[in-house]
């Protein structure tokens, strides 16, 4: 599939929305727009399981203002897809029904094991996470699945969710503490009824708007340095820290708390609660957040059907990283060129034991070097701030945020003043070590960056050689190389810094004299 504009309109217990989404091979996939109307469609469900007139109303209306908003976008490709709500209303097929007839949206009602699966599918393919437990909390339904190595194992749907669960076991706008234990216990014993996530000691991962808006009061409680919670990663002492803060709280207090949705005020704390005993049920130390779920899951699924390379959820770093480079104008010549070289460069410090070889550090390196520099796209003189806050302060499928600021550190590298800059906030996320190296390796980086400042593609080669007090670095270009030479020699203190030893840059071009060269490159030393 080359390209589509399409819109997903999701029809859930508690929210219905609207999502805009651009697909093209190049940049991938790229939401528009978002628009949602808190509908709290699980209300309207009578005692006799149907939905109400005034449900029904509600619905009609807002697929009508929907329906406006796609002809202003001119987007006339649309999946409407229904939940919970629907699903659990015995006269669900007349709404669907009546919705075709008010509004011209066919609703495409999913099953519960549709719903769990298109939330897996969205998971593996934004989560570099191998092995989890995923978690939908709606309004309606919860959808539990496990996955190993991104095969999905088991799925599950239980019809209840945020908006179910206060009506079930809340009188009022929130829980006093002989409600949360009646929730919870009766919650652990739905969660016992499964016996593959039972002690499996792998990552909880969160889908859906709960989730979402107890990571961003997490992040706001710590003030927080960095932008989005895709990738986010609370501990299981985080999660019983946060319950008990939100539990003192009172329902005015939760409505004007930063980070949550005043909508989400009556349910984020029945919502936590689930999150919690599951953690429990499942022996998990780490809560992982991602921002897709079901939308994204049923646009990957149709790409997927028509170019089954279209995304790779082994490596979703590694497409994602192409795309933001390209969007930065990085070719992706260029991109396959700056991880050779880093390579190349690597290697050659590890065969003279400057640097001692390690698989995960090279790879680090190469993630690095893709989207190296990319800020210069918007002004070369400050290319470096740029670079750090682009890849700090979005999110990036297949990197969690530790993941994210290591290689905002790498890729932004000016020298050693600015890295310890941009590194101040995140003093604790990283060891003494761990900061010393990836210093660094931006070192490295930087100078790799230096042999291709035309863009032209012209080292073929590096090589080390160890001399008596210093060592040479021969790079093997294919035509005159003025700009690298220039480049190289200027940005070699970095690289002498990092390997800690004197160093002479000698370019060798095909077809001349080396000794010529070496007189070349004394004279711009």
């Not at 919860?142 to 969710?161: A, D, H, V």
């Not at 990571?215 to 990738?231: E, L, M, T």
């Not at 429990?280 to 089954?308: C, M, N, P």
Request: net charge neutral; glycine share 6%; proline share 2%.
């Amino acid at each position: 599939m080359d390209e589509l504009k399409t819109a997903i309109i999701d029809i859930g217990s508690n929210t219905i929305r609207l999502v805009l989404y651009q697909y093209d091979n190049e940049e991938g996939l790229r939401e528009l727009g978002n628009i949602k109307t808190v509908a709290r469609l699980r209300t309207y469900l009578q005692p006799t399981g149907d939905m109400s007139q005034e449900g029904i109303q509600v619905l009609t209306e807002t697929l009508l203002t929907f329906k406006a908003m796609l002809d202003d976008f001119e987007i006339v490709d649309v999946k409407a897809a229904a939940t919970a709500a629907i699903r659990q209303a015995t006269n669900r097929e007349q709404i669907i029904a009546l919705m075709k007839e008010r509004t011209g949206i066919q609703i495409e009602l999913l099953s519960e094991e549709e719903e769990a699966y298109f939330g897996y599918v969205a998971v593996a393919h934004s989560i570099g996470t191998l092995s989890a437990v995923t978690i939908d909390i709606g309004g309606g339904s919860t959808e539990i699945t496990l996955f190993k190595n991104k095969e999905l194992i088991e799925s599950f749907s239980f019809p209840f969710g945020t908006v179910s669960l206060k009506q079930r076991f809340v009188k009022g706008d929130i829980m006093n503490s002989s409600e949360k234990k009646e929730l919870i216990a009766f919650v652990k014993e739905q969660f016992k009824s499964l016996p593959w996530i039972q002690q499996v000691g792998l990552p909880i991962i969160a889908i859906g708007g709960s989730a979402r808006n107890i990571a961003q009061v997490h992040q706001q409680r710590h003030q927080y340095p960095i932008a989005s919670v895709h990738g986010y990663e609370i501990s299981k002492e985080d999660l019983d820290q946060l319950s008990l803060f939100l539990g003192n709280l009172s329902f005015q207090e939760l409505k004007h708390l930063d980070g949550l949705s005043t909508d989400r005020a009556d349910i984020i704390v029945p919502a936590l609660e689930v999150f919690r005993v599951l953690m429990d049920i499942v022996s998990s130390e780490v809560f992982q957040l991602t921002k897709k779920g079901l939308r994204e899951g049923l646009i990957i699924h149709r790409i997927l059907q028509k170019d089954a390379n279209a995304f790779d959820k082994y490596n979703v770093f590694e497409g994602n990283a192409r795309r933001l480079a390209r969007q930065y104008g990085r070719s992706e010549a260029e991109v396959d060129y700056l991880m050779h070289l880093a390579d190349q460069l690597y290697r050659e410090c590890c065969h003279l034991k400057f640097l001692q070889f390690d698989e995960t550090d090279l790879q680090l390196l190469r993630k690095a070097a893709k989207i190296f520099n990319i800020g210069e796209y918007i002004e070369l003189s400050s290319a470096s701030q740029h670079t750090f806050y682009l890849v700090a302060n979005q999110s990036i499928d297949g990197l969690n945020h530790k993941e994210r600021l290591k290689l905002a550190l790498l890729a932004s590298y000016k020298n050693k003043d600015y890295f310890y800059r941009f590194a101040a906030p995140f003093i604790e996320w990283m060891s003494r070590e761990e900061h010393r190296k990836i210093r660094d390796f931006g070192a490295l980086l930087k100078f790799v960056y230096a042999l291709n400042v035309s863009k032209r593609n012209i080292v073929h080669a590096i090589e080390m050689q160890p001399k008596d007090n210093f060592v040479q670095l021969n790079i093997y270009v294919k035509k005159n190389a003025a700009a690298e030479k220039y480049q190289a020699n200027r940005h070699k203190k970095h690289l002498e810094r990092a390997l800690k030893t004197p160093i002479k840059v000698n370019f060798i071009e095909e077809g001349w004299n080396q000794d010529d060269n070496r007189s070349n490159e004394q004279s711009l030393t």
